[in-house]
Protein backbone atom coordinates (compact mmCIF):
# COMPACT_ATOMS: atom_id res chain seq x y z
CA UNK A 1 0.00 0.00 0.00
CA UNK A 2 0.90 3.93 -0.18
CA UNK A 3 3.22 5.19 2.36
CA UNK A 4 3.63 8.95 2.63
CA UNK A 5 6.90 10.14 4.22
CA UNK A 6 6.50 14.20 5.49
CA UNK A 7 9.36 16.30 6.80
CA UNK A 8 10.16 17.87 8.59
CA UNK A 9 7.84 17.36 11.86
CA UNK A 10 8.31 21.11 13.67
CA UNK A 11 9.28 24.33 11.25
CA UNK A 12 9.68 27.91 12.21
CA UNK A 13 10.24 30.87 10.42
CA UNK A 14 9.72 34.09 10.72
CA UNK A 15 7.47 36.24 9.55
CA UNK A 16 7.97 37.15 5.73
CA UNK A 17 10.38 34.80 5.13
CA UNK A 18 9.45 30.98 2.69
CA UNK A 19 8.74 27.75 4.15
CA UNK A 20 8.96 24.62 2.15
CA UNK A 21 7.37 21.46 3.57
CA UNK A 22 8.12 18.06 1.77
CA UNK A 23 6.09 14.41 0.91
CA UNK A 24 7.73 11.41 -0.45
CA UNK A 25 5.49 9.15 -1.94
CA UNK A 26 6.21 5.06 -2.44
CA UNK A 27 3.22 4.18 -4.57
CA UNK A 28 4.04 5.17 -8.33
CA UNK A 29 0.28 4.42 -9.40
CA UNK A 30 -0.51 8.08 -6.70
CA UNK A 31 -1.94 11.01 -9.11
CA UNK A 32 -3.72 13.11 -6.65
CA UNK A 33 -1.79 14.89 -3.52
CA UNK A 34 -3.38 17.32 -1.24
CA UNK A 35 -2.17 19.59 0.86
CA UNK A 36 -4.37 20.39 4.13
CA UNK A 37 -4.09 23.10 7.23
CA UNK A 38 -5.04 22.22 10.44
CA UNK A 39 -5.48 24.80 13.19
CA UNK A 40 -5.36 24.59 16.65
CA UNK A 41 -8.96 23.41 17.65
CA UNK A 42 -10.13 23.01 14.28
CA UNK A 43 -10.66 20.60 11.19
CA UNK A 44 -8.21 20.12 8.01
CA UNK A 45 -8.67 22.00 5.59
CA UNK A 46 -8.10 21.37 2.17
CA UNK A 47 -5.83 24.41 0.64
CA UNK A 48 -4.15 23.34 -2.56
CA UNK A 49 -4.40 20.38 -4.13
CA UNK A 50 -2.35 18.56 -7.86
CA UNK A 51 -2.93 15.85 -9.79
CA UNK A 52 -0.21 14.25 -11.85
CA UNK A 53 -0.63 15.48 -15.04
CA UNK A 54 1.45 19.13 -13.62
CA UNK A 55 4.51 19.82 -12.23
CA UNK A 56 3.58 22.90 -10.27
CA UNK A 57 0.24 24.60 -9.02
CA UNK A 58 -0.07 28.09 -7.29
CA UNK A 59 -2.87 30.23 -5.66
CA UNK A 60 -1.99 32.91 -4.20
CA UNK A 61 0.82 32.80 -1.57
CA UNK A 62 0.83 28.66 -1.64
CA UNK A 63 2.24 26.38 -4.38
CA UNK A 64 2.94 22.81 -4.81
CA UNK A 65 5.22 21.62 -7.07
CA UNK A 66 5.42 17.41 -7.67
CA UNK A 67 8.04 15.20 -9.30
CA UNK A 68 6.75 12.05 -10.11
CA UNK A 69 9.74 10.91 -11.05
CA UNK A 70 11.49 11.27 -7.67
CA UNK A 71 7.91 10.68 -5.98
CA UNK A 72 8.37 13.62 -4.01
CA UNK A 73 6.12 17.04 -4.04
CA UNK A 74 6.23 19.66 -1.75
CA UNK A 75 4.31 22.78 -0.23
CA UNK A 76 5.83 26.36 -0.75
CA UNK A 77 4.71 29.22 1.57
CA UNK A 78 5.68 32.74 0.32
CA UNK A 79 6.19 36.18 2.75
CA UNK A 80 4.34 33.45 6.04
CA UNK A 81 2.16 35.78 8.01
CA UNK A 82 1.49 34.82 11.51
CA UNK A 83 -1.86 33.15 10.44
CA UNK A 84 -0.01 30.54 8.57
CA UNK A 85 1.08 29.03 11.66
CA UNK A 86 -0.92 25.86 11.86
CA UNK A 87 0.20 21.71 11.27
CA UNK A 88 -0.12 21.17 7.78
CA UNK A 89 -0.56 17.57 5.93
CA UNK A 90 0.32 16.28 2.83
CA UNK A 91 -1.54 13.12 1.65
CA UNK A 92 -1.56 10.79 -1.58
CA UNK A 93 -3.64 8.53 -3.73
CA UNK A 94 -4.61 7.29 -6.47
CA UNK A 95 -7.35 9.08 -8.11
CA UNK A 96 -9.83 7.11 -9.05
CA UNK A 97 -12.03 7.44 -6.33
CA UNK A 98 -11.50 3.76 -4.74
CA UNK A 99 -8.58 4.18 -2.87
CA UNK A 100 -8.12 6.42 0.46
CA UNK A 101 -5.98 9.63 0.98
CA UNK A 102 -2.83 8.51 2.90
CA UNK A 103 -1.56 11.51 4.91
CA UNK A 104 1.82 12.47 6.25
CA UNK A 105 2.07 13.32 9.80
CA UNK A 106 2.06 16.59 9.73
CA UNK A 107 4.45 19.49 10.04
CA UNK A 108 4.05 21.91 12.47
CA UNK A 109 4.67 25.14 11.07
CA UNK A 110 5.21 28.34 13.96
CA UNK A 111 5.79 31.86 12.10
CA UNK A 112 7.19 34.07 14.27
CA UNK A 113 6.14 38.10 14.46
CA UNK B 1 -24.17 24.10 0.92
CA UNK B 2 -23.97 23.13 4.78
CA UNK B 3 -20.83 21.51 5.51
CA UNK B 4 -19.85 18.16 6.70
CA UNK B 5 -21.24 18.03 10.61
CA UNK B 6 -20.55 15.46 12.98
CA UNK B 7 -22.32 14.53 16.54
CA UNK B 8 -21.73 14.81 19.19
CA UNK B 9 -19.21 17.23 19.20
CA UNK B 10 -17.20 15.75 22.75
CA UNK B 11 -17.83 12.40 24.82
CA UNK B 12 -16.46 11.18 27.49
CA UNK B 13 -16.69 7.61 28.12
CA UNK B 14 -15.79 4.37 30.34
CA UNK B 15 -13.35 1.91 29.30
CA UNK B 16 -15.11 -1.42 28.56
CA UNK B 17 -18.13 0.74 27.12
CA UNK B 18 -19.37 1.29 23.46
CA UNK B 19 -19.92 4.11 21.82
CA UNK B 20 -21.06 6.12 18.26
CA UNK B 21 -20.05 8.60 16.08
CA UNK B 22 -22.57 9.82 13.38
CA UNK B 23 -21.76 12.15 10.05
CA UNK B 24 -23.35 13.55 8.01
CA UNK B 25 -21.96 14.43 5.01
CA UNK B 26 -22.18 17.50 2.35
CA UNK B 27 -24.96 17.37 0.40
CA UNK B 28 -24.57 15.81 -3.26
CA UNK B 29 -20.91 13.13 -1.98
CA UNK B 30 -21.44 9.84 -1.74
CA UNK B 31 -18.79 9.05 0.25
CA UNK B 32 -17.64 9.38 3.94
CA UNK B 33 -14.39 8.70 5.36
CA UNK B 34 -13.44 8.63 8.71
CA UNK B 35 -10.17 9.22 10.27
CA UNK B 36 -8.82 8.87 14.02
CA UNK B 37 -6.02 11.58 14.89
CA UNK B 38 -4.19 11.55 18.00
CA UNK B 39 -0.96 13.46 18.56
CA UNK B 40 2.32 12.58 17.04
CA UNK B 41 0.13 9.62 14.28
CA UNK B 42 -1.34 12.03 12.15
CA UNK B 43 -4.56 11.16 10.39
CA UNK B 44 -5.22 7.39 11.00
CA UNK B 45 -7.35 6.12 8.00
CA UNK B 46 -10.57 3.98 9.37
CA UNK B 47 -13.07 2.87 6.72
CA UNK B 48 -14.89 4.11 3.49
CA UNK B 49 -18.02 3.93 2.77
CA UNK B 50 -20.07 4.37 -0.32
CA UNK B 51 -23.53 3.91 -1.34
CA UNK B 52 -23.88 2.67 1.84
CA UNK B 53 -21.32 -0.63 0.93
CA UNK B 54 -17.71 -0.19 2.36
CA UNK B 55 -15.47 0.41 -0.52
CA UNK B 56 -12.10 0.70 2.02
CA UNK B 57 -10.73 -0.60 5.12
CA UNK B 58 -7.74 0.93 7.15
CA UNK B 59 -5.57 -1.32 10.14
CA UNK B 60 -7.80 -1.02 12.59
CA UNK B 61 -9.23 -4.09 15.06
CA UNK B 62 -12.91 -5.12 14.20
CA UNK B 63 -13.58 -3.30 17.19
CA UNK B 64 -13.99 -0.53 14.81
CA UNK B 65 -17.45 -0.77 12.60
CA UNK B 66 -19.15 1.77 10.83
CA UNK B 67 -22.03 1.77 8.13
CA UNK B 68 -24.14 4.09 5.71
CA UNK B 69 -27.48 5.08 5.31
CA UNK B 70 -29.06 5.28 1.93
CA UNK B 71 -29.12 9.25 2.96
CA UNK B 72 -25.06 8.82 2.90
CA UNK B 73 -24.81 9.88 6.54
CA UNK B 74 -22.49 7.76 8.30
CA UNK B 75 -21.99 6.11 11.36
CA UNK B 76 -18.81 4.50 13.29
CA UNK B 77 -18.78 2.50 16.32
CA UNK B 78 -16.57 1.64 18.28
CA UNK B 79 -17.00 -1.38 20.82
CA UNK B 80 -15.19 -2.70 24.11
CA UNK B 81 -13.55 1.11 24.52
CA UNK B 82 -9.83 0.94 25.74
CA UNK B 83 -7.86 4.02 27.04
CA UNK B 84 -6.30 4.04 23.42
CA UNK B 85 -9.30 4.76 21.84
CA UNK B 86 -9.39 8.56 22.96
CA UNK B 87 -8.35 10.36 20.17
CA UNK B 88 -10.39 12.98 17.49
CA UNK B 89 -12.90 11.16 15.27
CA UNK B 90 -12.77 12.70 11.68
CA UNK B 91 -14.70 12.09 8.99
CA UNK B 92 -14.66 13.28 5.63
CA UNK B 93 -16.81 13.47 2.67
CA UNK B 94 -15.81 13.02 -1.15
CA UNK B 95 -17.29 14.19 -4.52
CA UNK B 96 -15.67 13.16 -7.22
CA UNK B 97 -12.06 13.35 -7.93
CA UNK B 98 -10.97 12.10 -4.47
CA UNK B 99 -11.25 15.91 -3.06
CA UNK B 100 -12.28 15.83 0.85
CA UNK B 101 -14.04 17.79 2.88
CA UNK B 102 -13.34 17.27 6.73
CA UNK B 103 -16.05 17.82 9.53
CA UNK B 104 -15.08 19.39 12.94
CA UNK B 105 -14.43 16.03 14.46
CA UNK B 106 -15.71 14.10 17.84
CA UNK B 107 -13.18 14.11 20.42
CA UNK B 108 -13.67 11.03 22.37
CA UNK B 109 -12.29 10.57 25.88
CA UNK B 110 -11.76 7.06 27.53
CA UNK B 111 -11.36 6.87 31.35
Known amino acids: GENVEQHPSTLSVQEGDSAVIKCTYSDSASNYFPWYKQELGKRPQLIID?????GEKKDQRIAVTLNKTAKHFSLHITETQPEDSAVYFCAASRDSGNTPLVFGKGTRLSVIA | KAGVTQTPRYLIKTRGQQVTLSCSPISGHRSVSWYQQTPGQGLQFLFE???????NKGNFPGRFSGRQFSNSRSEMNVSTLELGDSALYLC??????????FGPGTRLTVT
Open chain 2, 92 to 101: ASTRGQGEQY
Open chain 1, 50 to 54: IRSNV
Open chain 2, 49 to 55: YFSETQR
